[in-house]
Every structure is written in structure tokens, then in C-alpha cells.
């Protein structure tokens, strides 16, 4: 068990495929695992996929793997003479002529993108460097007018900001990364670039149970929609990378609060990622503003906060997850971080899971409880009572594996696989006995159960039994 409830997922790469390197990251303080299909052959993800399973076998530990899809992804074309230099004020157009371009034109292989190349709509081209506004559109052009201007070389990323593109959120190639990671046994899935709240359904049509959905949120059109989107996803990813380049800068903590604010009403697990130990890809130690920001997201009450290119590809992934995990333990002994996470409580929507659930909140106000546990199949119940924020260590108790890792990336919550359990009392002595193995609870303390009868039903969950420690039997008095 963590000495923190929020949780840390880092990106495997380059300087952390290792078997050895794996099991550093696991003990200081990694709870799931990133995959980037942007990055890699499927040989290299498969051996990593291995190397994770048998991390897991080794600790004892479920440990959840993310597979984060790359979605479409827009490019420029090629440059007859290398890069050119775009001016302020200058008119540029992109057709669907396949020539290398010049200074006046370039190629872009999207007629989406001139279907919805309204007047008015902004083109983002190399991470936002360079910004056009377009002033004139056809079927098979777009001319636009140079607002930042700036070197533009060839196959860099365009980014549409004004408008919803006619995308496919999940592109041919995330459909084989898709079979291939769910082959695999990903437990999570991350779409890119989600726009609506139907790219979950279709997504959802492709992936049905074999995982849980997150939703990266990057585009302003999704910021448009949010709680559509919200309601829809499984999981939130705030990812501030994207999303950076097609808002502005003082706009994102704004929409970083919401997201997480929309996530908990709705019981939603929600990941803030991108930038946040940044300069610890190159130095041992970050920044003071690093450690604010990855507090500030744990002050707000983030399920989890992760590392991208500092695990994947950095010189210091250990020390990263280390300084990571030291920052949000440290926020979460404030006493302000009580606070605040007592003061942000939703309401609960009228439904006997969410009154069990409530109940075990107040429990966890009203007596000096130490340690809750849910016994669930889906992962639901453990969901809503993590959604509660009791404050005191939340065991998920499950028959499923595949339960027990996607709850890698929920708040509080160290998930245990159980034997199918039949009666309260089997339920009671396993929460016992995984509590005390884990040092969160001893004789003469106090615990709370969550369940469903008939058990091994989802979303059935009308149980809350509350009991004291035995100092003999290790179950209920």
C-alpha cells in the first residue's frame, strides 16, 4: 500500500523498457504503466507488456497497464527547397496538389480540414509556432493569412482551432494498435483528440468490455462538450500538451479545474498529465514551479498525475517518480488538502449506491475509522466510494484481475484478487485480513465494508456493514 491516495502512471520508453528498470519504477511509486503507440513497433510494446505482467507476478501487486492511442494525427507535406520562412501578414495555401511545396503553398493530405476551413478559423501549424487565420476556402484548398509567422519545415503538425473536423477518432493505425494491445490484455485505453461524445460510442462499439475507455481532452471543441464527454468516458485525461496549443496559456488552469471538478461529480477517475516534471528530463531536480503544479493538481483532487517524457525518454525516471510521489504525499499531510477535499464534495445522485456510498463518507467523518473496503466484480462500488474521498485507505476486494488493475489509476484504492466470495462474513474477514497484511489497520480499530447482494452482480451494491477489529479471529465483533 502507497502512503498516498493520489495515484502516479509514467510512460514506458527508451530509458525504461528494462525488466530492471521497470521494477524501480514500480517501487518508487508507479501504479500504472503508459504505453505510447505514437512511439515503437508492437515488437518493442509486446516485450514491455511481458516485462509489466511479469513485474505483477513477482510483487503480488495488480498493476494496470494505459494504452494511449495515437489518433489522427495532421501533417504538413514535403518542401521542394527544404524549409521555408513564412512572413507576418503574407497569404499561404494548402491544397491537395502532392508536389512539394514553396514559400506560397504546401500540400496537406485533409480534405476534412478544407470541409470545415470556415473564414474566421485558425490553422496551428509545429505546436502553435506558427498561426494562420484563414480567409479563404474551397473543397480542395484553403488560403490563409499569416498572423505569427515563423519557419515551417516539412511534416509538422497542423492543429484546426474554430471548427470540429469529420474525423475518425480512432484511424486505421490506432484499430491495429487497438487489436494489438487488446490482445495483449491493455486494461486501459487513451483516445486522442476526442471532439464529441459519440466518438466514445463508436469507440465503445470497437472495444466493448476488453477495457476501460480515458478520454484525452485536447481539443477546444471537447472543452465545448466536456460534461457530454465526461458522461460518456470511463476516464478524463487532462492532457495540457495539445490542448496548450490550440487554447491560451491563462486559459488551461481554468479548464484543468473543471475537468477535474466534472470527473468526481460524475465518479470518474481523472489523469492531469503533460509537462509535469518537465526539466527532470535533463536534470536530477525540477523546478519549484514543477512541484507547485503537480500539488496543484493534487490540492484540486486529481485521481492521478503523470510523467511523459521524463520516464519514457529522460535521464532521471527513478528520481522523477520518486520527487513525483514525495509531492503528493507531502500535499496530502496538509491539512488545508483536507480541506479543500472536504469543501469540493458533490452531491449524490439519488440511487442506493451512491446513499451506501455517501454513508461510508460520513462514517469516515463521524468515527475514527481506519481503513474501508468494497467487494466488487465490475469495480463500480469501489468507484463510487473512492469518488467519496473518505481519506482513510480504500480496498478494492475483487474475484476479476482485469478489475483489479484498472483500479491503477483510482484515488485511494489498493485492489486485492479474492476467491469468489458468498456471504458478508467471507467478505468481512478478507477485508480484515488484506487491511492488517498492508499495516492500515489492527486490533480494536474500526472498518467499513461496501457491497451488493446478490453479490457478483454489478451495480448492485446496498451493503455497508461496520465492525471492529477482533483481537482473536481477525473478523467482525
Not at 476551413?117 to 493569412?145: C, N, S, T, W, Y
Not at 515563423?150 to 511534416?155: K, P, Y
Not at 489523469?271 to 503537480?294: F, G, K, N, Y
Not at 484504492?413 to 476467491?419: C, H
Request: glycine fraction near 8%.
Amino acid at each position: 500500500m502507497r502512503n498516498r491516495n493520489a495515484k502516479i502512471v509514467a510512460t514506458v520508453g527508451p530509458a525504461s523498457s528494462s525488466p530492471e528498470m521497470l521494477e524501480k519504477l514500480f517501487y518508487a511509486g508507479v501504479d500504472m504503466f503508459r504505453l505510447n503507440m505514437s512511439h515503437g513497433t508492437h515488437e518493442d510494446h509486446k516485450a514491455r507488456f511481458e516485462a509489466i505482467r511479469a513485474l505483477e507476478k513477482k510483487t503480488g501487486k495488480p498493476v494496470g497497464i494505459l494504452l494511449d492511442l495515437q489518433g489522427p494525427k495532421l501533417r504538413v507535406g514535403t518542401f521542394k527547397d527544404g524549409p521555408v520562412t513564412l512572413q507576418n501578414g503574407q497569404s499561404f495555401r494548402f491544397d491537395l496538389d502532392n508536389t512539394p511545396g514553396d514559400t506560397n503553398r504546401a500540400y496537406l493530405p485533409h480534405p476534412e480540414i478544407f470541409a470545415a476551413a470556415k473564414p474566421g478559423v485558425q490553422l496551428l501549424l509545429d505546436d502553435g509556432k506558427i498561426r494562420m487565420e484563414v480567409v479563404e476556402h474551397g473543397k480542395d484548398f484553403a488560403i490563409g493569412k499569416v498572423v505569427t509567422g515563423g519557419v515551417l519545415s516539412e511534416r509538422k503538425g497542423v492543429s484546426v482551432v474554430g471548427a470540429v473536423l469529420p474525423l475518425d477518432v480512432i484511424t486505421e493505425k490506432d484499430r491495429r494498435d487497438l487489436e494489438f494491445g487488446l490482445g495483449q490484455g491493455a486494461d486501459w485505453v487513451a483516445l486522442s483528440f476526442v471532439q464529441t461524445a459519440q466518438d466514445l460510442h463508436d469507440a465503445r462499439e470497437l472495444i466493448g468490455d476488453r477495457a476501460l475507455i480515458m478520454s484525452k481532452i485536447e481539443k477546444p471543441a471537447a472543452v465545448d462538450v466536456l460534461e457530454e464527454i465526461v458522461a460518456a468516458s470511463d476516464a478524463i485525461m487532462v492532457a495540457r500538451g495539445d490542448l496548450g496549443v490550440e487554447m491560451q496559456p491563462e486559459e488551461i488552469p481554468a479548464v484543468q479545474r473543471r475537468m477535474i471538478k466534472l470527473s468526481r461529480e460524475y465518479g470518474k477517475p481523472v489523469v492531469v498529465a503533460t509537462q509535469m516534471l518537465e526539466s527532470m528530463i535533463s536534470a536530477p531536480t525540477p523546478t519549484r514551479a514543477e512541484a507547485s503544479d503537480v500539488a496543484t493538481a493534487v490540492y484540486e483532487g486529481a485521481d492521478a498525475v503523470m510523467l511523459s517524457a521524463e520516464s519514457a525518454s529522460g535521464k532521471f525516471p527513478v528520481e522523477a517518480v520518486t520527487m513525483m510521489s514525495k509531492i503528493v504525499a507531502k500535499v496530502e499531510t496538509d491539512p488545508e488538502y483536507k480541506r479543500l477535499i472536504e469543501t469540493s464534495h458533490p452531491g449524490s445522485r439519488a440511487t442506493i449506491a451512491d446513499a451506501i456510498c455517501a454513508s461510508l463518507g460520513m462514517v469516515a467523518n463521524v468515527l475514527p475509522l481506519a481503513a474501508a473496503a468494497t467487494y466488487t466484480t465490475s469495480g463500480s462500488t469501489t468507484l463510487r466510494a473512492a469518488r467519496e474521498r473518505p481519506l482513510v485507505p480504500i480496498f478494492c476486494l475483487t474475484p476479476k484481475m482485469e478489475t483489479a488493475r484498472r483500479m491503477s489509476c483510482v484515488w485511494g484504492v489498493s485492489a486485492v484478487v479474492t476467491r469468489d466470495l458468498e456471504k458478508v462474513s467471507e467478505i468481512v474477514a478478507f477485508a480484515t485480513e488484506a487491511a492488517k497484511k498492508a499495516g492500515a489497520v489492527k486490533d480494536g480499530d474500526i472498518m467499513a465494508v461496501t457491497a451488493g447482494m446478490p453479490f457478483a452482480q454489478s451495480g448492485t451494491t446496498n451493503l455497508l456493514r461496520i465492525f471492529e477489529v477482533g483481537a482473536d479471529t481477525g473478523a467482525a465483533k
